[in-house]
């Protein structure tokens, strides 16, 4: 059995995370998000991790090593680990997405969910730094940050699509579960 890889995308509280922890629950997948690489270093040098900090470090690091340097980084972190299925969450852009195709067995996931059920998440799940406080306008002013431009159009080069506006984790495991049938049965 290869090794399969599953990139997930999607705008921000679209659902990716569920998505990563019920693979991890139910397939014992590895899995890491673009923003935990990220995350690390910006807790080396005590700065919050907020999405505007997250947002300057990536923008930073593709601009001055390279636009795939995250792509090539998380490549060799999944390569790496043991398990069966290892889970990219969080890919945004095109370059993230050629890279991994060279993999035999990656499938790119994309989760789709309107603005105002995601706002909603953001501010409940209160994640980043900031979250339970934001506006609508400044959730919407995040949504179009540069690291988040591309991420939509990810959808057009997705193997599946799953829509999460139910606000039901039954429903988004069903759908998630009929994916990984499939998947696992072209192995």
Known sequence: MKKIIVGLAGKMASGKGRIGSY????????????????????????????????SSLSTFLRTTYGENTLAKSMARLLSESPKRISIFDGMRRRIDVSHFRQFDNFYLIYVDAKPEVRYDRTVTRNENVGDAD??????????????????????????????????????????????????????
Request: proline share 3%; aromatic share 6%; net charge negative.
């Open 23 to 54: 693979l991890v629950e139910k397939y014992d997948a590895d899995r890491i998000r673009s923003s935990d690489p990220l995350r690390r270093v910006l807790d080396m040098f005590g700065v919050p991790q907020s999405r505007e900090n997250l």
């Open 134 to 187: 934001l506006t609508r306008e400044q959730f919407d002013a995040r949504d179009i940050l540069e690291p988040e431009q591309e991420v939509e159009q990810l959808k057009d080069y997705a193997d599946f699509v799953v829509e999460n506006n139910l606000n039901s984790v039954e429903h988004l495991d069903t759908q998630v579960e009929e994916i990984l049938k499939k998947i696992l049965k072209a192995d």
